[in-house]
């Protein structure tokens, strides 16, 4: 009995808060860990003319950099490309897949159907009896910030609508190593150059070498073919 007044006596009110605050915030930090990644979306305008990939962490840093990369002034809603549907809590924009593709519209415009789309007009049942994807593999670049120099590159496989593997390669340092690699070629044409002059110089010391002890040469044979004249004339008067 006195054992159980004492495991009782220790879930006090106290206890019970400080456990339920610790789950609290351990869920809190599970839930910002998981969306403090970047997910990856192409955004449209309303023409579909235009058609760029951003990725972004809620729907409000999305609604921002819309307006950078489509030079759009004002957002009025974002709607999913394929059907009209708004995309207006944070809620349903976190249960959208990624690579989803939205439309964003500004004042006084609306959704339209894709009329260049091939299966518009039939229901959804023609289109997944006429086609079966195998294999989709999808290639997205984006920036983050305007001042990149390259940016990132999504790429995502698909097989048979089902299965996906992505990949995100972010070249950040991209700027910085083009400058490294131009200045290394500066630096080994430099050390090209300088070798390449130094041995013309030598070839040419060389080269003027054996031209001078040409020159030196013939003053010699000249003088030993007038003595041999001198002795055959000689010769010739005995």
Same mark, same amino acid.
């Given at each position: 009995?006195?054992?159980?007044?004492?495991?009782?006596?220790?879930? $006090?009110? =106290?206890?019970?808060?400080?456990?339920?605050?610790?789950?609290?915030?351990?869920?809190?930090?599970?839930?910002?860990?998981?969306?403090?990644?970047?997910?990856?979306?192409?955004? $449209?305008?309303?023409?579909?003319?235009?058609?760029?990939?951003?990725?972004?962490? =809620?729907?409000?840093?999305?609604?921002?950099?819309?307006?950078? =990369?489509?030079?759009?002034?004002?957002?009025?809603?974002?709607?999913?490309?394929?059907?009209?549907?708004?995309?207006?809590?944070?809620?349903?924009?976190?249960?959208?897949?990624?690579?989803?593709?939205?439309?964003?519209?500004?004042?006084?415009?609306?959704?339209?159907?894709?009329?260049?789309?091939?299966?518009?007009?039939?229901?959804?049942?023609?289109?997944?009896?006429?086609?079966?994807?195998?294999?989709?593999? $999808?290639?997205?670049?984006?920036?983050?910030?305007?001042?990149?120099?390259?940016?990132?590159?999504?790429?995502?496989?698909?097989?048979?609508?089902?299965?996906?593997?992505?990949?995100?390669?972010?070249?950040?340092?991209?700027?910085?190593?083009?400058?490294?690699?131009?200045?290394?070629?500066?630096?080994?044409?430099?050390?090209?150059?300088?070798?390449?002059?130094?041995?013309?110089?030598?070839?040419?010391?060389?080269?003027?070498?054996?031209?001078?002890?040409?020159?030196?040469?013939?003053?010699?044979?000249?003088?030993?073919?007038?003595?041999? =004249?001198?002795?055959?004339?000689?010769?010739?008067?005995?």
């Amino acid at each position: 009995m006195d054992y159980a007044m004492k495991s009782f006596s220790v879930l $006090t009110t =106290s206890s019970l808060s400080k456990c339920v605050t610790a789950s609290a915030s351990m869920t809190q930090q599970l839930l910002t860990g998981r969306a403090s990644r970047p997910r990856p979306f192409r955004v $449209t305008n309303a023409d579909r003319s235009l058609k760029k990939g951003i990725m972004a962490y =809620s729907l409000a840093d999305l609604i921002n950099k819309v307006g950078e =990369s489509l030079s759009v002034l004002c957002v009025s809603g974002l709607v999913l490309d394929e059907d009209g549907t708004g995309v207006d809590t944070e809620g349903f924009f976190q249960a959208l897949p990624e690579n989803s593709v939205l439309m964003v519209l500004e004042k006084d415009q609306k959704w339209t159907p894709d009329t260049k789309s091939p299966f518009r007009g039939q229901p959804s049942d023609f289109r997944l009896w006429k086609r079966t994807d195998v294999a989709r593999l $999808t290639f997205d670049l984006y920036k983050n910030n305007p001042e990149d120099f390259i940016g990132c590159l999504n790429v995502k496989a698909t097989f048979y609508g089902v299965y996906s593997v992505s990949y995100d390669l972010r070249c950040y340092a991209a700027k910085k190593m083009l400058k490294e690699a131009l200045r290394w070629a500066v630096f080994s044409m430099q050390a090209a150059g300088h070798i390449l002059l130094g041995s013309s110089c030598y070839i040419e010391y060389l080269l003027q070498e054996e031209q001078a002890a040409k020159t030196l040469s013939l003053p010699q044979e000249s003088r030993i073919r007038q003595l041999q =004249s001198m002795l055959l004339g000689r010769a010739s008067q005995l």
